[in-house]
């Protein structure tokens, strides 16, 4: 489906957009699950579109919006992997990534940007040498939050259903913030 964003009205597939719902009193609110009732409209999925929004004259736009946007993008993206370790689909520790790697068993090698470069990089060869994706912009603590222990440095998801679910909250999140690697929208 292609809708048209309300800041550039350019037409984008749904999935590269962002839906606000609009309150009775006029406010805009991020509807990131799609699941708000009543009127919306839908912006590019881009920081600067949703900065934008701070011209409205149509609407009560809160003024961190952007930034309230990005942190909710960015807890999805760590939500994925929690509910990934709590359904044991994520194995933590360098020599159990080390092993998953080996066995083939790894779907995405998920690494502390802030981590040892050492380690970080021997894994990364690794997972590029087989063909397995490489999550590494959340920091140990960031990681630690998001699957309930302290300073996680290395990780591996273990089944290509939550690595492409964990991949496609990250990706979005780059994407808006701009960060995103070339050939991502």
């Not at 999935?15 to 606000?20: D, I, K, P, T, V």
Request: proline fraction near 4%; charged fraction near 20%; hydrophobic fraction near 45%.
């Amino acid at each position: 489906m292609e809708l048209a964003c309300h800041v550039t009205g350019k037409t984008h597939p749904a999935a590269e957009l962002l839906r606000f719902g609009i309150s009775p009193a006029g406010e805009l609110t991020p509807d990131l699950a799609q699941k708000l009732p009543g009127e919306a409209i839908w912006v590019t999925a881009r920081q600067s579109c949703v900065a934008a929004l701070q011209d409205s004259a149509e609407w009560r736009v809160p003024p961190d919006l952007a930034e309230q946007v990005g942190g909710l993008l960015a807890g999805r993206a760590r939500n994925m992997l929690g509910l990934a370790r709590g359904a044991g689909k994520i194995v933590l520790g360098f020599a159990k990534v080390d092993a998953a790697l080996s066995g083939g068993r790894a779907t995405m090698l998920v690494s502390a940007c802030d981590g040892a470069h050492d380690g970080r990089a021997k894994l990364a060869r690794k997972a590029q040498a087989v063909g397995v994706p490489i999550l590494e912009f959340f920091s140990a603590d960031e990681l630690g939050l998001a699957m309930g222990r302290q300073d996680v440095i290395h990780s591996a998801v273990t089944e290509a259903q939550w690595a492409a679910k964990i991949d496609e909250a990250a990706s979005r999140w780059q994407v808006y913030i701009g960060t995103a690697p070339d050939g991502q929208k």
